[in-house]
Every structure is written in structure tokens, then in C-alpha cells.
């Protein structure tokens, strides 16, 4: 009896272990789709404001980046010199997992030309 006991309580102790080892490996992969989406803003074409939205190959993740103008050179009269604005560039990457909806969001600062 006592063995039963004690071969159970390892069983789950394994178990939730390799739960969180899955669900660190699905928040790291979340991490490189929001990396990819921020490094590739402004990248291919001008930055502008906006949305975007996709999903990664594997379609496993489920990402919407925004670009919105920095609010300190949103007004063009405050452009800096060369007509350089500073734009707020933000990611949100959604999965479902075993425990359920989860989502990561990462944000940076991008400056761009503006014509």
C-alpha cells in the first residue's frame, strides 16, 4: 500500500514536470514568432502605421503586430530633423496549450524615415 502511494506521487511529480517542460518549449517557440514579427517591421516594406496579422508555418501560433506613431513625434510639426519619426512597433503572439489560452506581447522602438 505504501508503495502504491509513493509510486503515484512520483508519477504526478514526473508528470507536471514534463507538462511545464512543454509549455516552456511552446512560450519559447511564441518568443521567436514575436521576435521574427518585430525584426521584420519596416523590414520589407516602409514602416507605417498599422495592423498585421498572421499565423505561424506550422500554424501553431496566431500573431497581430501593431505600428502606431510615438506620440512625442505624431504631430509633424515636431518631426526631427530629416523628417525622422519614431514609431512604437508591438506583437502579440497566441497560443492554446494545456492549460489553456495563453499569449506573449513584445513591444520596441523603431525610427523611420517619413516621406
Known amino acids: 500500500m505504501l508503495l502504491s502511494v509513493v509510486l503515484v506521487t512520483v508519477f504526478e511529480i514526473f508528470s507536471k514536470g514534463m507538462s511545464r517542460a512543454g509549455d516552456l518549449d511552446d512560450y519559447a517557440q511564441a518568443l521567436v514568432v514575436a521576435q521574427a514579427q518585430l525584426a521584420s517591421a519596416g523590414f520589407e516594406s516602409p514602416l507605417a502605421e498599422g495592423a ?64
Open 52 to 115: 498585421t496579422a498572421g499565423e505561424s508555418e506550422d500554424g501553431r501560433y496566431q500573431w497581430a503586430t501593431t505600428v502606431t506613431a510615438d506620440a512625442e513625434t505624431a504631430d509633424p510639426s515636431r518631426l526631427v530633423q530629416g523628417g525622422y519619426r519614431l514609431f512604437q512597433v508591438e506583437t502579440r503572439v497566441t497560443w492554446r496549450s494545456a492549460l489553456g489560452d495563453r499569449a506573449i506581447a513584445l513591444s520596441t522602438l523603431q525610427i523611420a524615415q517619413v516621406k
